[in-house]
T-cell receptor, first 115, second 116 residues
Framework: DTGVSQDPRHKITKRGQNVTFRCDPI?????LYWYRQTLGQGPEFLTY??????LEKSRLLSDRFSAERPKGSFSTLEIQRTEQGDSAMYLC????WGAGDNEQFFGPGTRLTVL | KNQVEQSPQSLIILEGKNCTLQ??????????LRWYKQDTGRGPVSLTI?????NTKSNGRYTATLDADTKQSSLHITASQLSDSASYIC???????????????FGTGTRLTIIP
């Protein structure tokens, strides 16, 4: 499968625990995005990378959230001291960058449930 | 504030029937408009992408229209199948240049259910 992959697909954790999600983009894509989606809503932008540089962060990304893309390939999203309000689907997307259509391709998501 | 509104919120139709989903947007500067299909528990999958100059685009049984003057789009599904049951999300892209962040504004989606 040459699409965007995310791991794990589901995560159940207790409030206060830390969790880390991984995203592997399409190999030739140099842009990588993280989104959060709650039930019945569209995805909301969290942050994006161009290669290893994190270029923009949404105000939704509190200081408990941190994202990295150390080698410009896969990315991780860590949530520290999880809260029940963090329960959501976390989506990763990747896209090529340059002139023309820069369509974002989405992964299957990681469903987080905080008890 | 950039916004994308979709209607109806949910729709139930019989297998084999046609349906049309609506999307109104206020996004600036407009770059392109996309329709995504999202199955329950899965990531969105792109159906069509339209730029400012395109009025209609088809992908199999899916036909999207765009009226950039009225800032409206529609997605028409012909001869619906059970596998069409999903959420359909309208997404508008605002990009000041090809070198900036492509900002996507997502609608909340239309939940379509096809019944046999």
């Amino acid at each position: 499968d040459t699409g965007v992959s995310q791991d794990p697909r589901h995560k159940i954790t207790k409030r206060g625990q830390n969790v880390t999600f991984r995203c592997d983009p399409i190999s030739e894509h140099n842009r990588l995005y993280w989104y959060r989606q709650t039930l019945g809503q569209g995805p909301e932008f969290l942050t994006y990378f161009q290669n290893e540089a994190q270029l923009e962060k949404s105000r939704l990304l509190s200081d408990r959230f941190s994202a990295e893309r150390p080698k410009g390939s896969f990315s991780t999203l860590e949530i520290q001291r999880t809260e029940q309000g963090d329960s959501a689907m976390y989506l990763c997307a990747s896209s090529p960058w340059g002139a023309g259509d820069n369509e974002q391709f989405f992964g299957p998501g990681t469903r987080l449930t905080v008890l | 504030k950039n916004q994308v509104e979709q209607s109806p919120q949910s729709l139930i139709i019989l297998e084999g029937k046609n349906c049309t989903l609506q999307c109104n947007y206020t996004v600036s500067p407009f770059s392109n408009l996309r329709w995504y299909k999202q199955d329950t528990g899965r990531g969105p999958v792109s159906l069509t992408i339209m730029t400012f100059s395109e009025n209609t685009k088809s992908n199999g049984r899916y036909t999207a229209t765009l009226d950039a003057d009225t800032k409206q789009s529609s997605l028409h599904i012909t001869a619906s199948q059970l596998s069409d049951s999903a959420s359909y999300i309208c997404v508008v892209s605002a990009s000041e240049s090809n070198f900036g962040n492509e900002k996507l504004t997502f609608g909340t989606g239309t939940r379509l259910t096809i019944i046999p």
